[in-house]
């Protein structure tokens, strides 16, 4: 008989169908819900851009509804791959959805300051959020997510050739041992630390020999790789920092031609009728000194909505640097807030040891919980508008509707989010009615508070 362990194992399978089957199956087990909490993670990392887990779309749609998460949202990088999967996991379980996608982008007038990237100056991380289908083949659009992809895959190989002459025989074959890694063939730098952990074990078979490679590459002792050969997180962080960040092996100071720059991809998730959001490290970088000057910069380029990951702005056992970062992230989120802009939060749960959820019930959160549950209610409000009713946060009917109204666009999308989770047979209704017949049927329930 199979078990809910055992079928959550499927869920990860790199085959869709697999995947899709086995939700249904668990779902037909007909688990009781738990109550919906006060709790949202929109910023989940799958495997196709690296999950520490190894979870697919899927299976996150399926702990989050078994966490009784308010709502969740999938955040890759550079691929949409899981988008339509994790949308249709949505419906399938019961959970709000929302699809965003992250990059690493140059900000020329930052050029001279770390922001977010560290040790980075110009580079930044930026997201879109709220994607709700794939780019028109042959479109624009298209032409440029297939760029992102490119320009990852073009970094990736030139990491391996740097790095590849220093490792000896721990070398790796991008296209055999690397990009096999990620279900949709874009692996991430994370799953290029991963394989040469890999590739290290097959080439140093003894575990002496082994120990001694990375003692050598790490300039340690070899007590000290004992004690990282049994913990493969923070082998691989030690990895990643010798061999691909700022001071490793294969870094390479970035240039305006290394990623793409701010303005063209702002640029293209409007054209996806997607929300531009800001991304937000912990307040202690140059180039995020000064909020409201930043968010102002990137306010005039068209960024609408910012994304801050809550547990690396509070979580620390020095009460110094706790306090500093609580401080910085309440400067923050009053800067985005008297701009506006909606908040996303989430965990990314892309290394291990980083949280499932961030407790918005906790001191350092609960201040802003209201704001954190608002700008989830927006990303889903967005999706349900803009998938089924063609209105968009950032498009033309909502700007012609709301105006200069920031807030009260705010409120109804955030209205519509607030809505009970959608069921496929509803989403189905939208479909055959029409934009603008969803529309106004999405109209009323926001006047009666149910579908």
Not at 209 to 228: C, H, I, M, N, S
Not at 314 to 331: G, H, M, T
Request: charged fraction near 25%; aromatic fraction near 8%; proline fraction near 7%.
């Amino acid at each position: 008989m199979q078990t809910h362990e055992s079928l959550e194992i499927k869920l990860d399978s790199f085959a869709l169908p697999e995947r899709q089957a086995t939700l249904k199956t668990l779902m037909a087990m007909r688990p009781e819900p738990p109550p919906t909490g006060v709790n949202v993670n929109m910023h989940f990392h799958s495997f196709f851009s690296y999950n520490a887990k190894g979870w697919s779309p899927s299976r996150i749609a399926w702990e989050a509804r078994k966490a009784g998460l308010y709502a969740a949202a999938l955040c890759d990088f550079d691929v949409l791959d899981g988008m339509e999967e994790f949308i249709e996991a949505g419906l399938t379980v019961g959970l709000r959805t929302a699809v965003h996608v992250e990059t690493r982008a140059y900000l020329k007038e930052y050029a001279h300051a770390e922001i977010n990237s560290p040790g980075e100056p110009g580079v930044t991380y930026i997201m879109g959020a709220g994607f709700v289908r794939m780019p028109a083949a042959g479109s624009n659009t298209a032409r440029t997510l297939q760029h992102l992809r490119d320009q990852a895959d073009a970094r990736n190989r030139a990491l391996v050739q740097r790095i590849n002459p220093a490792v000896g025989l721990a070398a790796v074959d991008y296209e055999k041992d690397v990009v096999p890694l990620s279900p949709g063939r874009c692996p991430t730098e994370r799953h290029l630390v991963r394989a040469y952990v890999m590739k290290s074990r097959s080439a140093f078979p003894v575990e002496a020999d082994w120990t001694a490679f990375w003692a050598a590459l790490f300039g340690k002792g070899p007590d000290e790789v004992r004690k990282l050969a049994g913990n493969q997180p923070a082998l691989e962080e030690r990895v990643r920092g010798k061999l691909v960040k700022k001071g490793g092996i294969g870094y390479e100071p970035p240039t305006d031609l290394s990623f793409p720059l701010v303005d063209d991809f702002v640029q293209w998730v409007r054209a996806c009728e997607a929300i531009p959001m800001a991304a937000w490290l912990d307040g202690t970088t140059p180039g995020e000194g000064d909020p409201g000057g930043l968010l102002g910069c990137l306010r005039a380029k068209g960024v609408a909505a910012v994304n801050i990951i809550p547990d690396r702005n509070w979580n620390f056992i020095d009460p110094a640097v706790r306090a500093l970062k609580i401080s910085k992230l309440k400067d923050y989120v009053e800067a985005a807030e008297a701009l506006a802009m909606p908040i996303n939060i989430g965990t990314e749960m892309n290394r291990d040891g980083l949280p499932f959820v961030d407790d918005l019930t906790g001191e350092a959160l609960k201040p802003h919980r209201a704001l954190f549950i608002q700008g989830a209610q927006i990303m889903v409000g967005h999706g349900i508008l803009s998938r089924y009713a063609g209105f968009s946060y950032v498009g033309g009917p909502a700007t012609k509707e709301f105006g200069v109204d920031i807030r009260a666009k705010n409120a109804f999308f955030a209205a519509v989010g607030a809505l009970p989770s959608l069921t496929r047979n509803e989403a189905e209704a939208f479909v055959v009615k029409g934009p603008a017949q969803a529309l106004d049927v999405i109209r009323k329930a926001v006047k009666t508070g149910k579908w």
